[in-house]
């Protein structure tokens, strides 16, 4: 069964810069393109960001496009969300998951920007 972790959230200003880290553990991220995820308070959980499997074609959502970039280390089996001039929007819980989001959600890490 697999198990995703996410870190690396905290308290920063508007912005300023954070790097996600989402470490899976029970099962290989190889073979699968992965995402980010985020859910802000009241809202709901939308994409954020993918990369796919075997390259760094990535695809982003319109709000953070060019700030935020997606990569991944398979051999660590960890895929990474670094996050620039951040904005108090971007406030929220940021998950990781398959793109398709066929995995178990991990409990997220907290990303509150303030102004």
């Known amino acids: 069964q697999v198990q995703l972790v996410e870190s690396g959230g905290g308290l920063v200003q508007a912005g300023g810069s954070l790097r996600l880290s989402c470490a899976a553990s029970?099962?290989?991220?190889?073979?699968?393109?992965m995402g980010w995820y985020r859910q802000a308070p009241g809202k709901e959980r939308e994409f954020v960001a993918s990369?796919?499997?075997?390259?760094?074609?990535?695809d982003y959502a319109d709000s953070v496009k060019g700030r935020f970039t997606i990569s991944r280390d398979n051999a660590k089996n960890t895929v990474y969300l670094h996050m620039n001039s951040l904005k108090t929007e971007d406030t929220a819980i940021y998950y990781c998951?398959?793109?398709?989001?066929?995995?178990?959600w991990g409990q997220g890490t907290q990303v509150t920007v303030s102004s």
């Open positions: 029970g099962r290989t991220m190889s073979g699968y393109d």
């Open positions: 990369i796919r499997w075997g390259s760094r074609i990535s």
């Open positions: 998951n398959t793109r398709a989001a066929t995995w178990a």
